[in-house]
């Protein structure tokens, strides 16, 4: 498995941006897809954003296409989400997650990163 570390989270105000970021180690990064995910408060986690290992492919869900950005560099081994134009309803723990590359950009994740809090404040 990869070992993710998430960064960049913190309190902005709506309408405000913030770049999240996570780290991976432990395998070689151009072999995963990666995705971001997130869970609200008594809520199920859900699906944010994901990208194919190359960076050729990006997905996004309903909710965020148009204002988030997910983008990866692998020389560095690490994963992005730009988040602009953020809503209350973005509030959440926002989870980094990987594996093995595919085509399927949805499913199938199997290593989760420990999550960054971010919060929108209306």
């Known amino acids: 498995q990869v070992q993710l570390v998430e960064s960049g989270g913190g309190l902005v105000q709506a309408g405000g941006s913030l770049r999240l970021s996570c780290a991976a180690a432990?395998?070689?990064?151009?072999?995963?897809?990666m995705g971001w995910f997130r869970q609200a408060p008594g809520k199920e986690r859900e699906f944010v954003a994901a990208?194919?290992?190359?960076?050729?492919?990006?997905y996004y869900a309903d909710s965020v296409k148009g204002r988030f950005t997910i983008s990866r560099d692998n020389a560095k081994n690490t994963v992005y989400l730009q988040m602009n134009s953020l809503k209350p309803e973005d509030t959440a723990v926002y989870y980094c997650a990987a594996k093995r590359k595919a085509y399927d950009l949805v499913r199938s994740y199997d290593s989760w990163g420990q999550g960054t809090q971010v919060t929108v404040s209306s």
């Open positions: 432990g395998r070689t990064f151009s072999d995963y897809d």
């Open positions: 990208i194919s290992w190359g960076g050729a492919r990006t």
